[in-house]
């Protein structure tokens, strides 16, 4: 029997940088036209939406959960899942074996590829290592550093909106004459520091320490994200690994 939760009482018990949520963002930015027509467009319309399902097979392998039956399990136990669910029943184990072995199998590789791009867009993921039939070996120069268009053009947008509100905060908390130029203002902030900055667990940091690091990380990627479309020259993806 599967448990009923309220929507409400999942977002209050799900922290709100739980991996569940980072996974579920990831998803939905997705392109999953290639899963999509995996499923046959006479046929009925599958109980599980094919979004909800890849998200559930993805959050149990972080999970370390390979079987369907504990997979069906964890849908009508785990609070995370049902959060992914969003209200649908959960689907059976042959359902989720179908999925995985009919539906997935076509575009497995494509959707991998997205996977690891958003994953690295959000500093997930680091190409320092890879690991073979649990051999480690050095990773080859960032092989899956793609950066997409469409995800940047987001980010950036995204980026440039949380720097304008942290200018004009900052402006007024400092009490500084109005201005428009984020450099100018970290410029002004830096000014006012007296003390050298501390890092390192157990180190508290200054207020002033915390808004120019906050500054300073969206400064840096602002200038990331132009790079980036710099680099596109018309193109909907690069590798970092590209020659310039």
Known sequence: MQLLIDENFAEKVIPADDSVRLLDQIVEEMDLSQLERAYNVRGRKPATEPSTMLKILLYANMEGIYSSRKIRTACQRDVNYMWLLNGSAAPSHHEIARFRSQRLSECAEGL????????????????????????????????????????????????????????????????????????????KLLGKVTEPFVHGRGRRKSELQRDIELLQGLLKKRKKYTGYQETFQGRNSFSKTDPG
Do not use: C, M
Request: glycine letters at 8%; hydrophobic letters at 35%; a neutral charge.
């Open 112 to 187: 991998f590829f997205q996977l690891v791009g958003r994953l690295e867009g959000f500093g997930e993921i680091k190409y320092e290592h890879l690991f073979v039939d649990g051999t480690k070996i050095e990773a080859n120069a960032n092989k899956y550093s793609f950066v997409w268009k469409k995800s940047t053009t987001k980010y950036e947008a995204r980026n440039n909106k949380k720097l304008g509100e942290a200018v004009k905060t900052l402006y007024e908390k400092y009490e500084e004459p109005a201005g428009s130029e984020a450099e100018k203002l970290l410029e």
